[in-house]
Protein backbone atom coordinates (compact mmCIF):
# COMPACT_ATOMS: atom_id res chain seq x y z
CA UNK A 1 0.00 0.00 0.00
CA UNK A 2 2.97 2.41 0.97
CA UNK A 3 4.09 2.24 -2.55
CA UNK A 4 1.19 2.91 -4.45
CA UNK A 5 0.85 5.90 -1.63
CA UNK A 6 3.84 6.71 -2.58
CA UNK A 7 3.26 6.74 -6.69
CA UNK A 8 0.05 8.63 -6.22
CA UNK A 9 1.75 11.45 -4.86
CA UNK A 10 4.73 11.65 -6.77
CA UNK A 11 2.06 11.56 -9.66
CA UNK A 12 0.38 14.43 -7.93
CA UNK A 13 3.57 16.53 -7.52
CA UNK A 14 4.34 15.97 -11.40
CA UNK A 15 0.80 17.63 -12.21
CA UNK A 16 1.02 20.39 -9.94
CA UNK A 17 4.03 21.78 -11.53
CA UNK A 18 2.70 21.30 -15.26
CA UNK A 19 1.20 24.74 -16.70
CA UNK A 20 -2.41 24.92 -17.07
CA UNK A 21 -3.88 24.37 -20.24
CA UNK A 22 -4.03 28.21 -21.89
CA UNK A 23 -6.44 29.85 -23.48
CA UNK A 24 -6.98 32.24 -26.07
CA UNK A 25 -9.27 35.36 -26.46
CA UNK A 26 -9.30 36.74 -30.20
CA UNK A 27 -11.29 39.82 -30.83
CA UNK A 28 -12.40 40.81 -34.26
CA UNK A 29 -13.15 44.08 -35.94
CA UNK A 30 -16.04 43.09 -38.96
CA UNK A 31 -17.39 45.23 -41.89
CA UNK A 32 -20.09 43.88 -44.04
CA UNK A 33 -21.58 46.10 -47.01
CA UNK A 34 -25.00 45.58 -47.72
CA UNK A 35 -27.01 47.13 -50.75
CA UNK A 36 -29.32 48.84 -47.35
CA UNK A 37 -25.73 50.14 -46.30
CA UNK A 38 -22.66 49.21 -44.70
CA UNK A 39 -22.64 47.68 -40.94
CA UNK A 40 -20.15 47.65 -38.32
CA UNK A 41 -19.65 45.20 -35.65
CA UNK A 42 -17.42 43.27 -32.98
CA UNK A 43 -16.86 39.62 -32.60
CA UNK A 44 -15.28 37.99 -29.75
CA UNK A 45 -14.00 34.49 -29.71
CA UNK A 46 -12.71 32.46 -26.66
CA UNK A 47 -11.45 29.17 -26.96
CA UNK A 48 -9.68 26.52 -23.90
CA UNK A 49 -9.08 23.13 -24.78
CA UNK A 50 -12.31 21.59 -25.97
CA UNK A 51 -14.50 24.80 -25.48
CA UNK A 52 -15.40 27.75 -27.23
CA UNK A 53 -17.64 31.01 -26.32
CA UNK A 54 -18.45 33.35 -29.21
CA UNK A 55 -20.00 36.55 -28.11
CA UNK A 56 -21.07 39.23 -30.62
CA UNK A 57 -23.51 42.49 -30.29
CA UNK A 58 -26.72 40.34 -30.71
CA UNK A 59 -25.86 36.59 -29.31
CA UNK A 60 -23.51 34.66 -27.83
CA UNK A 61 -22.98 30.42 -28.36
CA UNK A 62 -20.94 28.30 -26.10
CA UNK A 63 -19.74 24.85 -27.69
CA UNK A 64 -19.20 22.31 -25.51
CA UNK A 65 -17.24 19.56 -27.22
CA UNK A 66 -16.33 17.06 -23.83
CA UNK A 67 -20.13 17.50 -22.94
CA UNK A 68 -21.31 17.46 -26.50
CA UNK A 69 -23.64 20.18 -25.86
CA UNK A 70 -24.39 23.81 -27.45
CA UNK A 71 -25.83 26.77 -25.47
CA UNK A 72 -27.39 29.38 -27.80
CA UNK A 73 -27.33 32.76 -24.99
CA UNK A 74 -29.57 36.02 -25.46
CA UNK A 75 -28.27 38.49 -23.17
CA UNK A 76 -30.98 40.73 -23.89
CA UNK A 77 -33.61 38.69 -22.33
CA UNK A 78 -31.36 36.43 -19.64
CA UNK A 79 -32.63 32.96 -21.52
CA UNK A 80 -30.75 30.31 -23.49
CA UNK A 81 -31.14 27.50 -25.08
CA UNK A 82 -29.49 24.04 -24.80
CA UNK A 83 -28.88 21.87 -27.89
CA UNK A 84 -27.26 18.71 -28.78
CA UNK A 85 -24.06 18.79 -30.13
CA UNK A 86 -23.72 17.54 -33.22
CA UNK A 87 -26.54 18.83 -33.61
CA UNK A 88 -30.00 16.75 -34.49
CA UNK A 89 -33.10 16.87 -36.00
CA UNK A 90 -33.67 19.51 -38.25
CA UNK A 91 -30.65 21.77 -36.65
CA UNK A 92 -28.50 18.85 -38.37
CA UNK A 93 -30.50 19.15 -41.58
CA UNK A 94 -29.51 22.54 -41.26
CA UNK A 95 -26.01 22.16 -40.79
CA UNK A 96 -25.36 18.97 -43.59
CA UNK A 97 -27.25 21.89 -45.78
CA UNK A 98 -24.79 24.66 -45.11
CA UNK A 99 -22.03 22.30 -45.34
CA UNK A 100 -23.26 21.75 -48.75
CA UNK A 101 -21.08 25.01 -49.80
CA UNK A 102 -17.97 24.03 -48.05
CA UNK A 103 -14.97 24.53 -49.79
CA UNK A 104 -11.16 23.69 -49.92
CA UNK A 105 -8.37 26.44 -49.38
CA UNK A 106 -5.51 26.81 -52.22
CA UNK A 107 -2.95 28.45 -51.36
CA UNK A 108 -2.61 31.92 -52.75
CA UNK A 109 1.10 33.79 -53.34
CA UNK A 110 0.50 37.16 -51.22
CA UNK A 111 1.16 37.09 -47.31
CA UNK A 112 0.58 39.74 -45.20
CA UNK A 113 1.33 41.11 -41.39
CA UNK A 114 -1.60 41.82 -39.04
CA UNK A 115 -0.72 42.85 -35.40
CA UNK A 116 3.33 42.05 -36.12
CA UNK A 117 2.43 38.33 -36.89
CA UNK A 118 2.65 37.47 -40.46
CA UNK A 119 0.30 35.34 -42.44
CA UNK A 120 -0.70 33.71 -45.50
CA UNK A 121 -3.59 34.31 -48.00
CA UNK A 122 -5.82 31.21 -49.31
CA UNK A 123 -8.39 31.35 -51.61
CA UNK A 124 -11.59 29.76 -51.84
CA UNK A 125 -15.00 29.64 -54.13
CA UNK A 126 -18.57 27.86 -53.52
CA UNK A 127 -22.17 28.44 -53.32
CA UNK A 128 -24.09 29.12 -50.59
CA UNK A 129 -28.32 29.69 -50.38
CA UNK A 130 -27.50 33.10 -51.10
CA UNK A 131 -25.82 32.84 -54.11
CA UNK A 132 -22.00 32.32 -55.03
CA UNK A 133 -19.05 33.52 -53.18
CA UNK A 134 -15.47 34.18 -52.66
CA UNK A 135 -13.06 34.36 -50.09
CA UNK A 136 -9.42 34.88 -49.01
CA UNK A 137 -8.47 34.14 -45.52
CA UNK A 138 -5.03 35.09 -44.62
CA UNK A 139 -3.93 32.02 -42.00
CA UNK A 140 -1.00 32.51 -39.55
CA UNK A 141 0.45 29.57 -38.10
CA UNK A 142 2.81 31.73 -35.41
CA UNK A 143 0.60 34.33 -33.90
CA UNK A 144 -0.67 33.97 -30.43
CA UNK A 145 -3.47 31.18 -30.02
CA UNK A 146 -2.90 29.53 -33.47
CA UNK A 147 -2.02 25.82 -31.73
CA UNK A 148 -5.32 26.47 -29.51
CA UNK A 149 -7.67 27.67 -32.05
CA UNK A 150 -6.31 25.40 -34.89
CA UNK A 151 -6.57 22.41 -31.72
CA UNK A 152 -10.45 23.28 -31.34
CA UNK A 153 -10.75 23.53 -34.93
CA UNK A 154 -10.22 19.95 -35.84
CA UNK A 155 -11.75 18.58 -32.59
CA UNK A 156 -15.02 20.74 -33.69
CA UNK A 157 -14.58 18.81 -37.06
CA UNK A 158 -14.26 15.32 -36.12
CA UNK A 159 -17.50 15.85 -34.14
CA UNK A 160 -19.23 16.74 -36.96
CA UNK A 161 -17.62 14.65 -39.82
CA UNK A 162 -21.02 12.75 -40.16
CA UNK A 163 -23.26 15.96 -40.71
CA UNK A 164 -20.26 17.08 -42.64
CA UNK A 165 -17.66 16.85 -45.18
CA UNK A 166 -13.87 16.93 -44.25
CA UNK A 167 -12.61 20.11 -46.36
CA UNK A 168 -8.91 21.28 -46.64
CA UNK A 169 -8.75 23.90 -44.28
CA UNK A 170 -4.71 25.66 -43.81
CA UNK A 171 -3.01 25.20 -40.32
CA UNK A 172 -3.06 28.19 -37.91
CA UNK A 173 -5.94 31.12 -36.90
CA UNK A 174 -7.15 33.41 -39.55
CA UNK A 175 -6.05 37.00 -38.79
CA UNK A 176 -8.30 38.78 -41.77
CA UNK A 177 -10.79 37.39 -44.50
CA UNK A 178 -12.15 39.10 -47.08
CA UNK A 179 -15.71 37.84 -48.81
CA UNK A 180 -17.30 38.76 -51.50
CA UNK A 181 -21.53 37.15 -52.33
CA UNK A 182 -22.85 37.53 -55.45
CA UNK A 183 -26.72 37.03 -54.93
CA UNK A 184 -27.95 35.52 -57.53
CA UNK A 185 -29.00 31.84 -56.37
CA UNK A 186 -31.65 32.27 -54.34
CA UNK A 187 -34.23 29.68 -54.61
CA UNK A 188 -37.32 30.00 -52.98
CA UNK A 189 -39.99 27.17 -52.50
CA UNK A 190 -42.55 26.67 -54.60
CA UNK A 191 -42.43 29.67 -56.20
CA UNK A 192 -44.29 30.12 -59.52
CA UNK A 193 -41.98 30.03 -62.32
CA UNK A 194 -42.99 33.34 -63.57
CA UNK A 195 -42.43 34.84 -60.00
CA UNK A 196 -39.07 32.86 -59.77
CA UNK A 197 -37.85 34.67 -62.64
CA UNK A 198 -38.75 37.83 -61.34
CA UNK A 199 -36.94 36.95 -57.89
CA UNK A 200 -33.92 36.08 -60.14
CA UNK A 201 -33.75 39.24 -62.79
CA UNK A 202 -34.00 41.69 -59.30
CA UNK A 203 -31.08 39.67 -57.80
CA UNK A 204 -29.15 40.18 -60.86
CA UNK A 205 -29.23 43.83 -60.18
CA UNK A 206 -28.01 43.84 -57.04
CA UNK A 207 -24.71 44.73 -55.74
CA UNK A 208 -22.13 41.67 -54.61
CA UNK A 209 -22.56 42.28 -50.42
CA UNK A 210 -18.87 41.89 -49.25
CA UNK A 211 -17.71 41.27 -45.37
CA UNK A 212 -14.21 41.84 -44.19
CA UNK A 213 -12.90 40.63 -40.98
CA UNK A 214 -9.90 41.40 -39.35
CA UNK A 215 -8.34 40.33 -35.52
CA UNK A 216 -7.63 43.61 -33.91
CA UNK A 217 -6.34 41.63 -30.58
CA UNK A 218 -5.16 38.10 -29.54
CA UNK A 219 -4.63 37.19 -25.73
CA UNK A 220 -3.25 34.29 -24.12
CA UNK A 221 -4.70 33.77 -20.82
CA UNK A 222 -5.72 31.09 -18.50
CA UNK A 223 -9.79 30.96 -18.82
CA UNK A 224 -11.53 30.42 -15.95
CA UNK A 225 -14.67 27.69 -15.73
CA UNK A 226 -17.36 30.23 -15.94
CA UNK A 227 -16.15 31.37 -18.92
CA UNK A 228 -17.65 28.95 -20.86
CA UNK A 229 -20.71 28.84 -18.13
CA UNK A 230 -24.49 30.00 -19.08
CA UNK A 231 -24.45 33.06 -16.61
CA UNK A 232 -26.71 32.17 -13.41
CA UNK A 233 -30.05 33.50 -13.39
CA UNK A 234 -30.54 32.71 -16.76
CA UNK A 235 -33.88 31.18 -17.91
CA UNK A 236 -34.05 27.58 -20.44
CA UNK A 237 -35.61 28.59 -23.09
CA UNK A 238 -37.20 25.51 -25.67
CA UNK A 239 -37.78 26.32 -28.99
CA UNK A 240 -41.21 27.93 -29.80
CA UNK A 241 -41.65 28.85 -26.40
CA UNK A 242 -41.25 33.08 -25.88
CA UNK A 243 -38.77 34.45 -23.42
CA UNK A 244 -39.76 34.62 -19.61
CA UNK A 245 -42.45 37.82 -18.95
CA UNK A 246 -43.01 37.71 -22.72
CA UNK A 247 -46.96 36.29 -23.49
CA UNK A 248 -47.60 34.25 -26.13
CA UNK A 249 -50.18 35.24 -28.97
CA UNK A 250 -53.27 34.57 -27.84
CA UNK A 251 -55.35 31.88 -29.93
CA UNK A 252 -57.96 32.53 -32.19
CA UNK A 253 -61.45 32.22 -30.62
CA UNK A 254 -63.39 28.99 -32.38
CA UNK A 255 -65.71 29.68 -35.37
CA UNK A 256 -69.54 29.64 -34.27
CA UNK A 257 -71.52 26.49 -34.93
CA UNK A 258 -73.25 27.11 -37.90
Given at each position: MKTISFAAAAVAVVLSTLPARAGVVITQQQTTNLPSGQLKSEQTIM??????????????IITDLDNNVMYLIDASKSSY????FPP????????????????D??????TRKILGYSCTDYLGTGQSMQGDYTIT???????TGAKEFNAFQKAMAAKLKSLVPQINTPDGIPLASDSTIKMNTMKI????PEQAQRVQQELAKMKPMTTNTEVTRLEAKNLP??????????????????????????????????
Open positions: IQGNKQRMITDKHEFQLPTGPMAQQVAHAAAAAMFKKGTTECFSTSAPNLPADSFAVPKGYTQRTLGMPPAGQAQAPAPAPSPAK
